[in-house]
């Protein structure tokens, strides 16, 4: 296992365009996260899954914003019409249960991220 | 809601030397976990050391150490030996239930 993946690593986008992001948790990893990261800032929590139950939203996630995680496996991050503002880096992060094996539970382990840029 | 707050923004060290990151967090929780995430240029976040609250004897990895002062709210990060590679982004997190709260980042820039 090679940790949590993150697909497409960079997407370019016009303004009113929809993009969709996919993020593959480590395996076994039944919680998983999605976290916003703009520029010199710390990440901000989006959402949170645990198995394919979708169990917070944030604030910050507003209507245009939709995340699945369909079989309780990867998850997608769908954003409609998009705008400017939406430029971020899109972090996932996955976590054990927490009789979790050998990996340190109750631990977010990150993906690499989706840079986002709005035109 | 909890709060974290790093007040350097900017840290820079010598290789070899050490260097201490500090970080303070605003809770009503009694148990709670503490984290050190790192984040290099290539963006990757990697946990550098976590700290659960009930213990009171501070966490240690290799190089890395806190100091954790939990009636003070205060967790800091020491880097001893401060090596090229620990140039990068320093966050310190907040978990209670599920959720991180993310301080706003200390960039360390490791000088040869």
């Known amino acids: 296992d090679t940790g949590v993946s993150q697909n497409p690593r960079h997407k370019i986008t016009k303004r009113g365009q929809n993009v969709t992001f996919r993020c593959d948790p480590i395996?076994?990893?039944?919680?998983l996260y999605w976290y916003r990261q703009t520029l010199g800032q710390g990440p901000e929590f989006l959402t949170y899954?645990?198995?394919?139950?979708?169990?917070?939203k944030s604030r910050l996630l507003s209507d245009r914003f939709s995340a699945e995680r369909p079989k309780g496996s990867f998850s997608t991050l769908e954003i409609q019409r998009t705008e400017q503002g939406d430029s971020a880096m899109y972090l996932c992060?996955?976590?054990?249960?927490?009789?979790?094996?050998?990996?340190?539970?109750?631990?977010?382990?990150f993906g690499p991220g989706t840079r986002l840029t709005v035109l | 809601a909890q709060t974290v707050t790093q007040s350097q923004p900017e840290m820079s060290v010598q290789e070899a030397e050490t260097v201490t990151l500090s970080c303070t967090y605003d809770?009503?929780?009694?148990?709670?976990?503490l984290f050190w995430y790192k984040q290099p240029p290539s963006r990757q976040m990697i946990l550098v050391i976590r700290?659960?609250?009930?213990?009171?004897q501070n966490a240690t990895e290799n190089r890395f150490s806190v100091n954790f002062q939990k009636a003070a709210k205060s967790f800091s990060l020491k880097i001893s030996d401060s090596q090229l590679g620990d140039t990068a982004m320093y966050f310190c997190?907040?978990?209670?239930?599920?959720?991180?709260?993310f301080g706003a980042g200390t960039t360390v820039t490791v000088r040869a």
């Open positions: 997190a907040f978990r209670w239930d599920y959720k991180l709260s």
């Open positions: 700290q659960e609250a009930y213990k009171q």
């Open positions: 809770t009503s929780e009694n148990n709670y976990y």
């Open positions: 992060a996955s976590s054990p249960p927490p009789s979790g094996g050998p990996v340190l539970p109750d631990t977010q382990y």
């Open positions: 899954f645990q198995n394919e139950a979708q169990l917070e």
């Open positions: 395996s076994e990893h039944n919680r």
